[in-house]
């Protein structure tokens, strides 16, 4: 499986990038405003555009000549983003001409030996689309007017953009079926001593200086005659204590990793109490829809007595409710303490996430459902779920047809998957409930 294809948009400050990319986040990703320079750093998020996955990364505005300090950071983000992209969307203002700026900066992306796709943005009618021909010059040969404000001509860029990078590999069959297990978390937890365990071999660098591990690193085994591949992170770290601009870029491959994994391990440190961080990098890998299990690692180093374990994830349940249905295993990388109950674990949660329901067993469950409880709206109108469905797996998503699917409380969608998951456990697994007119 290959990583979902990385799109750069670059430019000088104040064409519109920001705006483009929280236009295609549909909502606001990125600090926007007026004043030049805003966004400092590279900031990214996913797109699917006619089935296909992308990654767009938002840089701070290029100065090509600029020797501040300042933009020079940024210009190096810019470089670093440039760097890792597969197609190059260069930015220009579509209400001025071509400045020097504009021209340095489109002989830097047309050296990089990438594809490029040169944007005039502002562009909110026909007549200011006809004065692109002023950017020929930038010698791109593919350019396209929009409007990143109002959103024109954004579904034909998102087209061209597909056209570059591709249509998504064929989806894989049960013949040729594997699991992509990913082993994530903070530095220094024990991630890559993991790998090795599981390895029973050297196959990465172990050493206790946090960041090592700077690039993900995939490796295929065979457990009992199936195919596994094995995904070795760099740590996860927040934004403000990334140093340096490798690490920094480590963070995207991390996140890229998550994305092409079927099942995500996310390490926890037993020394340390649940943390902000840890409970971010959990609710990242549920919200993209990836079966997850909580290792607790060096568990072998904490002072315990009977209500150790119990309390820790009572602890961590209380932090982040949502973790009661993920399940928790506490190992001991360096002992190798219960990491032979790893595979199998890692196996069935995979397995979890490929089910199909038959329709009429979750029709029979909803009319169960229906005849204990049914919903209301505000002004007093019955809710009626008339029919259920499952649409997809990995992760498992079921649409519910009803008369006035807008108005749904909230607390009874959470009445609904709790009682979903008292039918039908899917441990280890996210699930996704869409509701609909009918």
């Given at each position: 499986m290959k990583h979902n294809p990385i799109i750069a948009?670059?430019?000088?400050?104040?064409?519109?990038?920001?705006?483009?990319?929280?236009?295609?986040?549909?909502?606001?990703?990125?600090?926007?405003?007026?004043?030049?320079?805003?966004?400092?750093?590279?900031?990214?998020?996913?797109?699917?555009?006619?089935?296909?996955?992308?990654?767009?990364?938002?840089?701070?505005?290029?100065?090509?000549?600029?020797?501040?300090?300042?933009?020079?950071?940024?210009?190096?983000?810019?470089?670093?983003?440039?760097?890792?992209?597969?197609?190059?969307?260069?930015?220009?203002?579509?209400?001025?001409?071509?400045s020097s700026s504009d021209l340095a900066l489109a002989q830097f992306v047309r050296e990089s030996n990438k594809s490029v796709i040169l944007v005039v943005n502002k562009c909110d009618s026909l007549k200011q689309d006809e004065q692109t021909f002023l950017y020929y010059e930038l010698g791109i040969d593919q350019v396209l007017p929009i409007s990143a404000l109002t959103g024109r001509l954004l579904g034909d860029l998102l087209d061209t953009v597909v056209e570059h990078v591709g249509m998504p590999d064929p989806p894989v069959t049960e013949e040729d079926l594997s699991l992509r297990l990913a082993i994530v978390g903070m530095p220094n937890v024990g991630k890559s001593s993991l790998t090795n365990a599981l390895l029973q071999r050297e196959q990465t660098i172990v050493t206790p200086v946090p960041g090592t591990t700077r690039d993900s690193i995939d490796t295929s085994l065979r457990w009992y005659g199936k195919e596994i591949i094995l995904i070795d992170t760099a740590g996860l770290r927040k934004k403000s204590k990334l140093n340096d601009d490798i690490?920094?870029?480590?963070?995207?491959?991390?996140?890229?990793?998550?994305?092409?994994?079927?099942?995500?391990?996310?390490?926890?440190?037993?020394?340390?109490?649940?943390?902000?961080?840890?409970?971010?990098?959990?609710d990242y890998v549920i919200q993209n829809?990836?079966?997850?299990?909580?290792?607790?690692?060096?568990?072998?180093?904490?002072?315990?007595?009977?209500k150790t374990l119990d309390n820790f994830k009572k602890d961590m349940i209380s932090t982040f409710p949502a973790l009661q249905r993920y399940p928790m295993l506490f190992i001991s990388a360096l002992t190798k303490q219960r990491i032979s109950k790893i595979m199998d674990l890692a196996w069935n949660v995979f397995s979890n996430g490929k089910e199909k329901i038959k329709t009429k067993n979750l029709n029979n469950w909803m009319g169960k459902i229906n005849s204990q409880s049914q919903p209301v709206t505000k002004s007093g109108r019955l809710i009626r779920i008339k029919f259920v469905t499952q649409i997809h797996t990995q992760p498992p998503t079921f649409v519910f047809y009803c008369n006035y699917p807008k108005q749904i409380p909230v607390d009874y969608k959470r009445f609904l998957e709790n009682r979903f998951r008292e039918a039908y456990p899917f441990e280890g697994i996210p699930l996704r409930f869409s509701f609909r007119r009918k």
């Open positions: 948009i670059v430019g000088k400050p104040n064409v519109g990038k920001s705006t483009l990319f929280n236009r295609l986040m549909k909502k606001r990703k990125a600090i926007v405003g007026s004043e030049e320079g805003i966004t400092r750093d590279r900031n990214y998020g996913h797109v699917e555009w006619v089935g296909r996955e992308m990654t767009f990364i938002d840089t701070g505005g290029y100065i090509p000549t600029d020797i501040d300090r300042f933009n020079s950071s940024v210009r190096k983000q810019a470089q670093l983003a440039v760097g890792e992209a597969d197609l190059i969307l260069f930015m220009v203002n579509g209400r001025e001409e071509p690490e920094y870029y480590s963070n995207i491959r991390t996140h890229q990793a998550i994305s092409r994994a079927d099942v995500v391990m996310v390490m926890i440190d037993a020394e340390k109490s649940f943390g902000r961080q840890d409970k971010s990098i959990a829809g990836k079966g997850l299990i909580l290792l607790i690692n060096k568990w072998d180093l904490v002072h315990k007595d009977s």
